[in-house]
């Protein structure tokens, strides 16, 4: 489906989204059509600014204990608010895995949805958003700038 800030594909199974993704993925013939249509939809209206949450059902059938941990902590994360790499590491009880809280926001199967583009480095600087490419430095930025959290001429963080 067409963003503003490029194509997304989804993927699902019998019981919620399983993906997100910013490259071409095969629907899997378990895809759940209507649960693929409400995450579209739902997607959609994030894009439009008439949702801050999603509803959708999920089912991450991947990741550790630990990357599930985080990837619940980040849905704790409000629209238009930030946390550093740093504060959800503390917030999942692991204080120095500042790091592995980098490993799994990029290997989080619902970007967008499971919105690890909340999180920042502790200096205030956008950082690693898929693989910390130029690319994904900017989708981080075009989310942060649809939640209302920084105009597109500030080059830091505001808030």
């Not at 249509?37 to 959708?56: A, C, H, M, P, T």
């Not at 290997?107 to 690890?116: A, D, K, S």
Request: with cysteine; aromatic share 8%; proline share 4%.
């Amino acid at each position: 489906m067409k963003t503003t800030i490029g194509d997304v594909w989804l993927a699902a199974d019998n019981s919620g989204l399983t993906a997100v993704s910013f490259q071409p993925i095969a629907e899997g013939q378990q895809a759940n059509q209507e649960i693929l249509l409400l995450g579209k939809n739902q997607i959609q209206e994030y894009f439009g600014g008439q949702r801050q949450s999603f509803d959708v059902p999920l089912s991450i059938n991947k990741g550790t204990i630990f990357q599930k941990k985080v990837w619940q902590a980040l849905q704790a994360i409000p629209f238009g608010e930030i946390r550093t790499y740093k504060e959800i590491a503390i917030a999942v009880g692991s204080p120095k895995a500042v790091r592995a809280i980098g490993q799994a926001n990029r290997t989080n199967p619902l970007p967008i949805v499971i919105p690890c583009h909340r999180v920042i480095g502790q200096n205030g600087q956008l950082t690693g958003y898929m693989g910390n490419t130029e690319e994904g430095i900017a989708i981080k930025r075009q989310l942060l700038m649809l939640e209302g959290y920084f105009s597109e001429n500030e080059e830091g963080v505001s808030k």
